[in-house]
C-alpha cells in the first residue's frame, strides 16, 4: 500500500522540540504534519514510561499539539528521499509518501538522509525567513 499526504510544514522528530516547532507552525495557520519513529510523541525526555502520566510540561505541550489539530505520524521511519520537497516513511511494510514546502528536522539522531542536500537547503531557508 502507497498514500501520499502533503503538508506546508513536515517536522520529523516528535520530541520535546519537534512538538514546539509543530505546535508553533500549525498555531499560525500553516498545514502542519509530524513524524517520528517512536510509537507516541514526547523523545526520550518525556517518554521514559509509558505506562505513567507525563510530567506537567510534558502534558501541557502534546495538549497544545493536540489542540492545535497537527497529525502526529507515530511509529514511520523515513526511508528515502527521492526528490525535493517528497519523504518516502514506511510503517508495517506499508509506504506513505510525505510531500511539503518547508522540511524541520528535529531528530537527535543522524541518518544516511543528513547527506541529502535538499534537507540542507530546506532547514537553510526556513532559518533565512526566521531573520527577515
Given at each position: ?6 503538508f ?11 512538538i514546539a ?10 498545514r ?7 510509537p507516541?510523541p514526547?523523545g526520550?525526555?518525556?517518554?521514559a ?10 502534558a501541557?505541550w502534546l495538549e497544545?499539539l ?18 525535493t ?14 510531500a511539503?514546502q ?31
Open positions: 500500500m502507497s498514500e501520499q499526504t502533503s506546508e510544514v513536515l517536522v520529523v522528530g516528535a520530541g520535546p522540540a519537534g516547532a509543530a505546535c508553533c507552525a500549525a498555531e499560525t495557520g500553516v502542519v504534519g509530524i513524524a517520528d519513529d517512536n507516541a514526547g526520550q525526555i518525556w517518554r514510561d509509558a505506562r505513567l502520566s507525563p510530567d506537567k510540561d510534558a501541557r497544545r493536540r489542540r492545535a489539530g497537527v497529525p502526529v505520524l507515530a511509529g514511520v521511519q523515513i526511508v528515502d528521499a527521492p526528490q520537497g517528497v519523504l518516502i516513511a514506511q510503517k508495517n511494510g506499508d509506504r506513505l509518501q510525505l511539503f518547508k522540511l524541520i528536522r528535529s531528530e537527535e539522531h543522524t541518518s544516511e538522509l543528513q547527506s541529502h542536500s535538499f534537507i540542507s537547503y530546506a532547514v537553510f531557508c526556513l532559518q533565512k525567513q526566521k531573520t527577515r
